[in-house]
């Protein structure tokens, strides 16, 4: 089937809405599918070849290339409160190690291919076979919208393989588009031009985070968008999250989280806590300092995390954390980085398939600095010392692996003497305590609730060498 123009596409495409996977696989080919995760283009195959009738194939060129552009089919998640997220990222083309080297980012196989992409949108349902999945809405989307931020990206993993450091990609690097692992075992390496170390196969994504974006833009921003000229008819239900402008405009005064950050905190790089605080809010604190200073200061300056979406659209599409760290006078770590409590019912599905490798895959901490002067400081009187980014590397992956396996471990015996508690192997980055003072509590109770008493902890150890 060949379309003319996009509007000819789109009005074809209205027809999927409200479809099974099963009443549109004219060829048959889930009759022996079963596993999603061990499958992940059977759906979009489905699509291609029962309701578009185009034949697989593995073309380089986009699937409606008369008219350019990608079809793509992903999956969301409803929660329990009716909030929407997108299943997982969005696979594009491979990154070529030694091509990209020699591309600029308007000529790039990238954009030659994924200028514009039409997503077909399924719910995703656990307990549902993939075939009833339901087809609930599509989007078209141009990656022209977030051009400045995307180009960003691109640029920034080129210069991570001109530096030879392709082994050292992550997705946690950049804001929109990620470099994901591309590759059919763990073990698969291929070369790379600027080093002799062999580097995991990656392609370029759009990010978990970055597709909840656009999903949540659905009945906003596509149902005026001018595409070649002529407005797009689009009937997507609304949904909660985001305004047309989110999607639509992508006004951005910064590229990257980082450099949000960082521009809110210079001009107090330098000073102690006590006397930020009584510059932002004329108070002084000396007689009795708070404990959370740092979260009052940063919370001031940065923003709380639920009003950063509405700052600046990056933040409403990137998977980031901003933590505050305290560092003795030679730079070191004063303590453990915590993240949120663990619950029980995420430890079902296998590292590969488990949202916390998803997680650590994509996010970005944005750590805030406070230095001691001397060995005798006291809260209050750190110095602000800056900002530092920390995403994680293929090796730290590996080692939260263990540090995973063993928590689904525990809760598969009910032993919580498997947990990986610290120092529990060699090369642990990755470590469960208590979070707050009731550790026996904590630890008692493990099994009492879905949601526990303990948190995923990043070491001190591991802290420094990412400070260094």
């Known amino acids: 089937m060949k379309f003319k123009t996009i509007i000819e596409l789109l009005e074809y495409t209205e027809n999927i809405k409200g479809k099974t996977f099963k009443d549109i696989d004219s060829e048959h080919l889930l009759d022996n599918t079963t596993d999603l995760m061990r499958n992940k283009g059977i759906l979009g195959h489905v699509v291609e070849s029962g309701?578009?009738?185009?034949?697989?194939?593995?073309?380089?060129?986009?699937?409606?290339?008369?008219?350019?552009?990608?079809?793509?089919?992903?999956?969301?998640?409803?929660?329990?409160?009716?909030v929407l997220s997108a299943k997982e990222r969005v696979s594009l083309s491979k990154i070529d190690y030694h091509g990209i080297v020699n591309e600029e980012y308007d000529f790039s196989k990238l954009i030659s291919k994924n200028k514009k992409i039409l997503f077909i949108w399924y719910e995703y349902e656990k307990e549902k076979d993939i075939g009833d999945f339901l087809i609930t809405d599509y989007q078209l989307y141009d990656m022209g919208q977030?051009?400045?931020?995307?180009?960003?990206?691109?640029?920034?993993?080129?210069?991570?393989?001109?530096?030879?450091?392709?082994?050292?990609?992550?997705?946690?690097?950049?804001?929109?588009?990620?470099?994901?692992?591309?590759?059919?075992?763990?073990?698969?390496?291929?070369?790379?031009?600027?080093?002799?170390?062999?580097?995991?196969?990656?392609?370029?994504?759009?990010k978990n985070s970055y597709m909840t974006g656009i999903l949540r833009s659905i009945g906003h921003a596509l149902s005026n968008e001018d595409v070649n000229g002529l407005p797009v008819r689009h009937d997507g239900a609304e949904v909660d999250g985001l305004t047309s402008s989110h999607l639509s405009?992508?006004?951005?005064?910064?590229?990257?989280?980082?450099?949000?950050?960082?521009?809110?905190?210079?001009?107090?790089?330098?000073?102690?806590?006590?006397?930020?605080?009584?510059?932002i809010t004329g108070k002084t604190y000396e007689d009795k300092i708070p404990k959370n200073i740092n979260k009052m200061i940063t919370d001031a300056l940065i923003g709380k995390d639920k009003e950063l979406p509405e700052k600046d659209d990056l933040f409403a599409k990137t998977n980031f954390i901003i933590k505050n760290l305290p560092l003795t006078k030679r730079g070191?770590?004063?303590?453990?980085?915590?993240?949120?409590?663990?619950?029980?019912?995420?430890?079902?599905?296998?590292?590969?398939?488990?949202?916390?490798?998803?997680?650590?895959?994509?996010?970005?901490?944005?750590?805030?600095?406070?230095?001691?002067?001397?060995?005798?400081?006291?809260?209050?009187?750190?110095?602000?010392?800056?900002?530092?980014?920390?995403?994680?590397?293929?090796?730290?992956?590996?080692?939260?692996?263990?540090?995973?396996?063993?928590?689904?471990?525990?809760?598969?015996n009910q032993d919580t003497s498997l947990l990986p508690t610290p120092n529990s192997f060699d090369g642990q980055y990755l470590v469960v305590a208590p979070k707050g003072q009731k550790g026996d509590d904590a630890y008692v109770n493990f099994f009492k609730k879905d949601t526990t008493k303990v948190t995923f902890m990043l070491t001190k150890e591991f802290l420094n060498e990412k400070l260094a």
């Open 332 to 412: 070191k770590a004063r303590e453990r980085m915590a993240f949120r409590n663990l619950r029980l019912s995420e430890f079902e599905e296998e590292w590969d398939d488990s949202d916390w490798k998803a997680y650590f895959e994509e996010v970005t901490l944005l750590v805030i600095l406070w230095r001691e002067p001397d060995s005798s400081c006291r809260n209050g009187y750190r110095v602000l010392d800056g900002v530092k980014k920390i995403s994680f590397d293929d090796d730290d992956l590996r080692s939260f692996e263990i540090s995973y396996l063993m928590v689904r471990e525990t809760i598969l």
């Open 51 to 82: 309701f578009y009738k185009y034949p697989i194939n593995s073309n380089p060129q986009a699937d409606f290339d008369e008219i350019g552009v990608e079809l793509k089919v992903t999956g969301y998640k409803k929660s329990k409160k009716g």
């Open 249 to 279: 405009e992508s006004i951005h005064n910064y590229k990257t989280v980082e450099d949000y950050v960082y521009d809110k905190i210079k001009d107090y790089i330098g000073m102690t806590q006590l006397d930020i605080l009584q510059v």
């Open 146 to 206: 977030d051009e400045d931020i995307i180009r960003n990206d691109f640029y920034l993993i080129k210069q991570k393989v001109c530096d030879g450091l392709a082994h050292e990609l992550s997705e946690g690097d950049t804001s929109y588009l990620g470099a994901c692992t591309k590759a059919r075992t763990s073990k698969d390496r291929t070369s790379q031009p600027y080093s002799s170390i062999m580097a995991k196969p990656r392609a370029y994504s759009l």
